[in-house]
Nanobody, 127 residues
Framework: QFKIVESGGGLVQPGGSLRLSCVVS????????MGWFRQAPGKEREGVSC????????DYPDSVKGRFTISRDNAKNTVYLQMNSLKPEDTGIYYC????????????????????WGQGTQVTVSS
């Protein structure tokens, strides 16, 4: 049975930084693209980053490009999301997910393209 566990969330002031971690057990992530998503209250879940299995390709929406960086350590079966220059609109529950392919979807970072999910970690950006 696999498990995806996110951590690193918390309360941070605008302009601050957080680093989220996603530890996977039960399967090796070596062969799978991985993504981060977020969901704010009353809003749909949106993708904020994706990384290919090798780490050679990453994808971000314009809303976080230049501020967020996704990375992975396949030896540790772990994916990271470094978030800088945080804004109040970045507030939400952040989820890590595995895709059933080794590349990020050509259709964008969409929840339907990912099949295995963690429980999420809360990120709150507020003064």
């Amino acid at each position: 049975q696999f498990k995806i566990v996110e951590s690193g969330g918390g309360l941070v002031q605008p302009g601050g930084s957080l680093r989220l971690s996603c530890v996977v057990s039960g399967f090796t992530i070596d062969y799978y693209a991985m993504g981060w998503f977020r969901q704010a209250p009353g809003k749909e879940r949106e993708g904020v980053s994706c990384i290919s299995s090798s780490g050679g390709t990453t994808d971000y929406p314009d809303s976080v490009k230049g501020r967020f960086t996704i990375s992975r350590d396949n030896a540790k079966n772990t994916v990271y999301l470094q978030m800088n220059s945080l804004k109040p609109e970045d507030t939400g529950i952040y989820y890590c997910a595995a895709r059933g392919w080794d590349y990020c979807s050509e259709y964008g970072i969409v929840p339907g393209a990912f099949g295995s999910w963690g429980q999420g970690t809360q990120v709150t950006v507020s003064s």
